[in-house]
C-alpha cells in the first residue's frame, strides 16, 4: 500500500525557518518525481516546489524561490522542505504528493499533509 | 489569482449530469496533460482523471475529463450525493517551469 507520511509541521515566527520531512513507502521511492503542495486555510491548493526522481532537476514557485529548498534521499525513501524566513502567508498545510502537476502517469497520491502555521 | 480558471460552484440534483470547466492558456493547458483532482472537506486531495481524459483503477466511468485547445472540462454523470466536494484542475506550464491549478470549484448536490 501507498503511503506517504509529512511530519515537521508547527507554529513558528515570521522570519523563522521549519523542516519537512515525508516518508514513503509502499513503493519503488528513487523513480518517482515528487512535489510539494500547499493549501492555506479555505483556500485552494498551490503547487510549491518539484524534484525529478534523481534529484536532478528543481523547480519552485516563483513566491518561494531563494525561501524554500526541496530535497531528497532515496537510499532512506524521504523527501524533505526546508524552509526559511517564513512569512505569514506561507501558512498552509503542506502535502507531499507523488508526481507533478501535468504528469501523465496517472501515478498521482498524496499524504495526508502537515500544517505549519506562521505568525507575526 | 489562479493561473487556470475554474468556476467557484457547480451544483446538481441527483442523476444530473455536471460539467466544471477549466480554462488556461497555450503555455499550460494547450501544451500540458491535465489532471483533476476531488477533495473532500479536511482531507487530501485524490487523483480523478490524469492525462486529459484518463481514469485511474477505482474511479466510476461517471466521471470523465476532455480537453479542447486551451480549456479542459470534467464531467459527471449520474450525480449521486457523494459526489459534493471540490474539484480541482491541475497542469504543467512550460512558461512559469512549474505546476499550476484551478482555483477549484465546489460542487454541491442539491
Known amino acids: 500500500e501507498v503511503q506517504l507520511v509529512e511530519s515537521g509541521g508547527g507554529l513558528v515566527q515570521s522570519g523563522g525557518s521549519l523542516r519537512l520531512s515525508c516518508a514513503a513507502s509502499?513503493?519503488?521511492?528513487?523513480?518517482?518525481?515528487m512535489s510539494w503542495v500547499r493549501q492555506a486555510p479555505g483556500k485552494g491548493l498551490e503547487w510549491v516546489a518539484y524534484?525529478?526522481?534523481?534529484?536532478?532537476?528543481?523547480y519552485y514557485v516563483d513566491s518561494v524561490k531563494g525561501r524554500f529548498t526541496i530535497s531528497r534521499d532515496n537510499a532512506k525513501n524521504s523527501l524533505s522542505l526546508q524552509m526559511n524566513s517564513l512569512r505569514a502567508e506561507d501558512t498552509a498545510v503542506y502535502y507531499c504528493?507523488?508526481?507533478?502537476?501535468?504528469?501523465?502517469?496517472?501515478?498521482?497520491?498524496w499524504g495526508q499533509g502537515t500544517l505549519v502555521t506562521v505568525t507575526s | 489569482q489562479s493561473v487556470l480558471t475554474q468556476p467557484p460552484s457547480a451544483s446538481g440534483t441527483p442523476g444530473q449530469r455536471v460539467t466544471i470547466s477549466c480554462s488556461g492558456s497555450?503555455?499550460?493547458?494547450?501544451?500540458?496533460?491535465v489532471n483533476w483532482y476531488q477533495q473532500f472537506p479536511g482531507t487530501a486531495p485524490k487523483l480523478l482523471i490524469y492525462?486529459?481524459?484518463q481514469r485511474p483503477s477505482g474511479v466510476p466511468d461517471r466521471f470523465s475529463g476532455s480537453k479542447s485547445g486551451t480549456s479542459a472540462s470534467l464531467a459527471i454523470s449520474g450525480l449521486q450525493s457523494e459526489d459534493e466536494a471540490d474539484y480541482y484542475c491541475?497542469?504543467?506550464?512550460?512558461?512559469?517551469?512549474?505546476?499550476?491549478f484551478g482555483g477549484g470549484t465546489k460542487l454541491t448536490v442539491l
Open positions: 504528493a507523488r508526481d507533478r502537476p501535468g504528469s501523465t502517469s496517472g501515478t498521482s497520491y
Open positions: 509502499g513503493f519503488r521511492f528513487r523513480s518517482y518525481a
Open positions: 524534484i525529478k526522481y534523481d534529484g536532478s532537476e528543481k
Open positions: 497555450s503555455s499550460n493547458i494547450g501544451n500540458s496533460a
Open positions: 492525462s486529459d481524459n
Open positions: 491541475s497542469a504543467w506550464d512550460d512558461s512559469l517551469n512549474g505546476g499550476v
